[in-house]
């Protein structure tokens, strides 16, 4: 998944006047940053389908997980900003970093305490990964001079994406390859299955405890909140949702995430289905990173076509592109249904940056409260894969994937709609 642009709504900040130092240091600690942050949101995708065996959840019940952190940033995003404004950017990112490290470290006792815990110790984790976005997106912009911002921009997305990538692989081998040898009854091996996700949970904990030390001592340029133009909008009247192509793309940020999130967390239990392939939890696994592998071949990909081709139209060709591949892995058996679900995550590489580029295009004063609009509709993370979740109880697994095929929909819809959006703009400047 990608990662939010300035979550909370507030205009890029910029870095205070005299600020310039070497930056080296703590460019790694923000990078690092970004790999755990897609790290920690990939590993749900391993985690859904361990928790949903040990505790005999049907999908519904397991997809509370997402329900539950994703949920979280829509609930936290907005108090998250008020928060950064009040105790600054470096120790809102150091109290994220905190707060992320606890959510990590109640996995221990929610091992033993249910499911219920579980779905705290997410949604704390969640609240933290929030904070930290909040407080930390704003370095990219500033640790550095302002002509090589965007190459910033685009290291750390690579980095999310290699995270995403990462996480399934180290789930599977810590988390589902250590529920081999079980003894004992039902209780004891249920409780043995918990238990696996403990060590690594713990070692999450500690580094995230590191990463907040780090971060609390390294010399940050002091950053500039630019909550005045929000202000002035506010005066001035008027609202982003006045704009019709800003209401659309927060509808289709709400779909994207959640179809690209639906499809991560059934993934495992998908490839594991008979007339697919029928592998093991802990094999699915690694095609798991196979999927959010694509996502980060596609970004490079996508920025080469997108030079000669406009965004519109490459959003649109991508959805398209992944509704026929949904619908392949649908109808489809074996290793073509396999190949197609995974080869989705290609198709969507490009399309949030897309999407939220295109809904803020010419908003102007309005933009940052247009921001804050689009990061709180990535709840779709949370309310897609529960629809889906409902559906694949009643009919299976597999067909359940027309709920992420309906999103591609839209997303294709609003593709098609501003596919001439920027050459509008040469033309209109040319008259």
Not at 10 to 31: F, L
Not at 197 to 220: E, N, S
Request: charged share 5%.
């Amino acid at each position: 998944m990608a990662v939010l642009p300035n979550p909370g709504g507030a205009a890029a900040p910029a870095a205070a006047p005299g600020a310039q130092a070497s930056n080296t240091g703590p460019h790694v600690i923000v990078t690092i940053l970004f790999f755990m942050w897609g790290l920690l949101t990939s590993l749900n995708d391993v985690l859904i389908p361990h928790l949903k065996a040990i505790y005999t959840l049907n999908y519904l019940q397991a997809m509370l997980v997402q329900f539950c952190f994703f949920g979280a940033y829509f609930i936290v995003s907005l108090p998250a900003g008020a928060l950064i404004r009040r105790i600054g950017y470096q120790r809102g990112a150091v109290t994220g970093l905190l707060i992320a490290a606890a959510g990590c470290a109640l996995f221990y006792p929610a091992a033993q305490g249910g499911y219920g815990l579980f779905l705290f110790a997410f949604f704390v984790l969640a609240s933290g990964i929030t904070i930290l976005q909040v407080a930390a997106n704003p370095y990219v912009t500033v640790l550095g001079p302002a002509a090589t911002a965007s190459s910033r921009l685009t290291l750390t997305q690579a980095l999310n994406s290699l995270g995403t990538t990462v996480g399934p692989l180290v789930g599977g081998a810590l988390i589902l390859g250590g529920t081999q040898v079980l003894t004992g009854d039902a209780a004891a091996r249920r409780a043995q299955e918990a238990a696996t996700v403990q060590g690594p949970y713990l070692m999450l904990a500690a580094a995230l405890a590191i990463l907040a030390v780090l971060f609390a001592l390294a010399r940050l340029p002091r950053v500039d909140g630019a909550a005045g133009a929000d202000a002035a909008a506010a005066r001035d009247g008027g609202s982003a949702l006045a704009y019709r192509h800003l209401v659309l793309g927060a509808v289709a940020i709400f779909l994207y995430v959640g179809g690209e999130v639906s499809i991560g967390s059934f993934l495992v239990n998908f490839l594991g289905e008979g007339r697919v392939a029928g592998m093991p939890a802990a094999q699915a696994a690694s095609y798991v990173s196979v999927y959010w592998g694509g996502a980060l071949v596609g970004r490079f990909v996508g920025f080469a076509v997108m030079r000669v081709v406009s965004p519109g139209k490459t959003l649109a060709f991508n959805a398209l592109a992944a509704i026929v591949l949904v619908l392949a892995a649908i109808f489809g058996d074996g290793k073509v249904a396999m190949w197609a679900i995974l080869a989705v995550g290609l198709c969507n590489s490009i399309m949030f940056p897309t999407i939220f580029s295109t809904a803020l295009h010419g908003l102007g004063r309005h933009t940052g409260q247009g921001s804050g609009i689009l990061c709180m509709a990535i709840v779709g993370g949370a309310i897609v894969p529960f629809l889906q979740g409902m559906l694949a109880d009643r009919i299976g697994v597999q067909l359940s994937f027309l709920v992420p095929a309906a999103c591609y929909g839209f997303i294709l819809y609003f593709g098609l709609k501003y596919a001439n959006l920027h050459r509008e703009d040469v033309a209109a400047a040319a008259t």
